[in-house]
């Protein structure tokens, strides 16, 4: 069974710093992309990053650009979105995806999307 695992969100104050985790063993192996989404509260989910090492594409939101790192630990398993100067308006569920591909991040949409965690609240305090 297919399983992402997020964990590491919390309730962080405006400035501050948060390290997402997804435990994504089968998916840090290989060339599948796989990333993050997020979800606030009364609006769609949107992409936030994505990573492959198939072509080297990363993607990032315009909203996270120059903020957020999405990284992977391949003898680990696990996949990081490593945020600084968090916002209010980050505050969200943050979902572990992939596309459950090898394939590349130029397109990063929900519907590129296979295989979804259970999501981490993140809460932003201003």
């Known amino acids: 069974e297919v399983q992402l695992a997020e964990s590491g969100g919390g309730l962080v104050q405006a400035g501050g710093s948060l390290r997402l985790s997804c435990k994504a063993w089968?998916?840090?192996?290989?060339?599948?992309?796989i990333g993050w989404f997020r979800q606030a509260p009364g609006k769609e989910r949107e992409p936030v990053s994505c990573?492959?090492?198939?072509?080297?594409?990363?993607y990032y939101a315009d909203s996270v650009k120059g903020r957020f790192t999405i990284s992977r630990d391949g003898a680990k398993g696990i996949l990081y979105l490593q945020m600084t100067n968090i916002k209010p308006e980050d505050t969200a569920v943050y979902y572990c995806?992939?596309?459950?591909?090898?394939?590349?991040?130029?397109?990063?949409?929900?519907?590129?999307?296979?295989?979804w965690g259970q999501g981490t609240q993140v809460t932003v305090s201003s």
């Open positions: 089968l998916f840090t192996q290989g060339d599948y992309a």
């Open positions: 995806a992939s596309k459950g591909s090898i394939s590349s991040c130029r397109s990063w949409e929900t519907r590129d999307v296979r295989y």
């Open positions: 990573e492959t090492s198939m072509d080297g594409s990363v």
